[in-house]
Structure formats: C-alpha cells, structure tokens
C-alpha cells in the first residue's frame, strides 16, 4: 500500500530551489524541469529515499536511475572517464547526453539506484532550475522522467501533476521544457555505444568522437541482454492504439501529423495535432509527449501517426513512436 502524501507545488524561484535542496536532504522526492523531461529527483545516496522513489513511480527496482550531477568535477567523483567519454562531456555538458560509465572507487552513488552494476549513468542538465538545485543541494541527484512508470514522460508540471500528484512531496513548476525528449545514453565501457537515441543527435556525437557509434542490440531481440534496461519494448506507452507510418485514416481515429496534412480520411479526425507543420524535428520533439497525451485522453478510437524522418531528432521521436504502438493487452 502507497501513502498518500500531500504534494507541495512551487512556481520556480529562489524559495522553491531552497525548499527542493531541503527536501531532498530530508530524503524526500522531488519533481524538477530539465532541459529534456521533467525528472523525479532523490538524493543519489540515500537508499531509503531511492527505495521510495522507485514505488511512486512503480517503477521495478532492477531499473538503474540517471545520477543528475552540477558540472565534470563532480561527474569524476562518481564515475571513471576514458579519453571518450571526457571529449563527449567536454563538448556536451551541460546537456541532453547521459554517459554510462565505470563507477569510481569510493562512488556514492547508492547500490540500489546502480541496480548493483559496476556501471553508472550521469549527467549534467543544463535547465537553469535543475541547476540551481544541484546547487544547493550540493550532491549528486538521481532522477528519472517524472511519471508514472510505463505513461510517456512529462514535459510540464500538470503532466508530473496528473500521474505524481499524492505520491512525492514538491514539484517545482518551470513551465514547459525545451527538448522533449529523455538524454541520449551513450556507453563509453569499451567502443562507444548508444544505448538510447535522445535529445543529443547521434550525429553530432559521431562528430566529436570522429567515429560510428556502435548500436544497442535491440531488446526485442529474445537473447540480447538489455544494455539500458529500461528501453523495455513497450515504455512510452499511451492506452490508446497507436498506429504508425499512417497514410490514411481510418474512421474515429485521431491523427498526429507531421508536415503538412494531405491524407485521405483527415477531414473526418476526431482530433487533429500537428508535430510540426514546417516539419521542423526539433519542434517535434517538444511536442511530442504533450501531444500523445492529449491525443490519448481526447477519447479517439486510434491514433494515426504520420511518417516522421529519422535523421536528427528524428531518431529519438520514432524510437518513442515505435514503443508507443507495441500491443499491449
Ligand atoms: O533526459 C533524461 O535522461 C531524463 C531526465 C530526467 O534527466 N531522465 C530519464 O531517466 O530519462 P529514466 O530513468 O527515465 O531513463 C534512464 C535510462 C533507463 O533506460 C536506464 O535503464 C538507463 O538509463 N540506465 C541507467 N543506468 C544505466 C547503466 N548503468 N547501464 C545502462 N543503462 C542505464
Ligand atoms: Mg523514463
């Protein structure tokens, strides 16, 4: 059984920043913006406090958490960097690229949020607000997207709101966030490897290494052991079936579009809402989760999903659509 708490909203501010840095201290949870999703933040190494922040999300235990950390030099307390890892975070941080790396001797990151892995995922975000609480609190702050595990992550405080409210103790409001979509992970154990396309192009990335980035082994795939444990098959999931690559619409559905809208069947949508219309991704990615959650809730039938292009951001965005339209019972 859960305890209901009662939630304390804060408009971003000086007061609210104090009151996050308290509250973790206190071993409380915190919701905070960050440049990609909102984050449910805990003290990184206080266990009690991380075993709670894995039951308000109902999130399994076995799923390793982002250590959230202000600048590299904390980075280096908690983790161990080869020659790869620090050019990607030299010319990234603050940004949306999480690294997983070897954790440091003496790493006070809790077992319980490493999922007892020798690895550990950090970041450092570059939103002004997760900023200044890294800050004030002083540590490191594990966080992962602040919804209920399973429901597409939030990019406004309503969203933390509708699946949290109850469950954890503030939420800082900063308005809506700016990328839209989780961190790309990148795995610097041996060769480079991305464990999850994000808000960082894997593109750019190639450039500063000046090499591919090896692939994940899709985790569909029955034998492959899951690199990032959380990228299960069916994660960003709305209730509504989704249906992708549409270039028709079927009755009663609504359509999510992308560009402009020129497809038998779309005068007669339930519900229409346009990624892009100049088909720019990175509006896209902003809208993305706002958007399937809109859709999700406006009672259509089915959500048809317009083909989006996989270059750029584009990655992350049909990396999300395809968990979104796995079959669920
Ligand atoms: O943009 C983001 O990354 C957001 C904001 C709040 O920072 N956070 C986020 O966290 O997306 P979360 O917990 O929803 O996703 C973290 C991912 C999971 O897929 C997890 O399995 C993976 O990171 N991960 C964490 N530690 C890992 C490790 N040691 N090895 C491999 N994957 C790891
Ligand atoms: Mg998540």
Not at 181 to 195: F, N, R
Not at 216 to 231: R, S
């Amino acid at each position: 059984m859960t305890v209901r708490l009662s939630t304390h909203f804060l408009k971003a501010g000086d007061a609210a920043v104090a009151a996050a840095a308290r509250c973790l201290r206190d071993g409380g949870l915190v919701a905070f913006p960050t440049e990609t999703v909102y984050g449910l933040g805990a003290d990184a190494g206080n266990a009690e406090a991380i075993a709670r922040l894995y039951r308000a999300k109902g999130r399994p235990s076995f799923n390793p958490l982002i250590a959230h950390v202000g600048d590299l030099e904390s980075a280096r307390q908690i983790a161990s960097f080869n020659p790869q890892a620090l050019a990607l975070a030299e010319a990234f941080w603050p940004g949306p690229l999480t690294l997983v790396l070897p954790k440091a001797p003496g790493c006070a990151v809790a077992d319980l949020a490493t999922a007892g892995l020798d690895s550990v995922a950090i970041r450092v975000p570059s939103h002004p607000v997760a900023r200044a609480i890294l800050r004030a609190f002083g540590g490191a702050v594990v966080a992962p997207s602040a919804n209920l595990s399973g429901h597409v992550s939030p990019t406004t405080a309503a969203h933390v709101k509708a699946d949290l409210d109850g469950r954890i103790d503030l939420i800082v409001d900063g308005g809506p966030v700016a990328v839209g979509v989780e961190s790309t992970i990148v795995g610097c154990l041996d060769a480079p490897m991305l464990l999850r396309p994000g808000g960082l192009p894997r593109a750019e990335i190639e450039r500063v290494l000046g090499r591919k980035l090896a692939d994940v082994i899709d985790e569909a795939d029955a034998d492959a052991k899951p690199l990032a444990p959380g990228m299960l098959v069916s994660h960003y999931a709305p209730r509504t079936k989704v249906r992708l690559d549409a270039d028709r619409l079927e009755p009663g559905e609504a359509l999510l579009a992308f560009g402009p809208v020129a497809m038998p069947g779309a005068e007669a949508a339930s519900a229409v809402l346009n990624l892009s219309e100049r088909g720019d991704l990175n509006e896209a990615a902003a809208h993305l989760f706002s958007y399937l959650r809109a859709l999700d809730a406006s009672g259509a039938r089915g959500i048809a999903v317009m083909p989006v292009p996989q270059h750029d951001l584009g990655e992350a965005i049909n990396d999300r659509l395809r968990r979104a339209a796995v079959p669920r019972d």
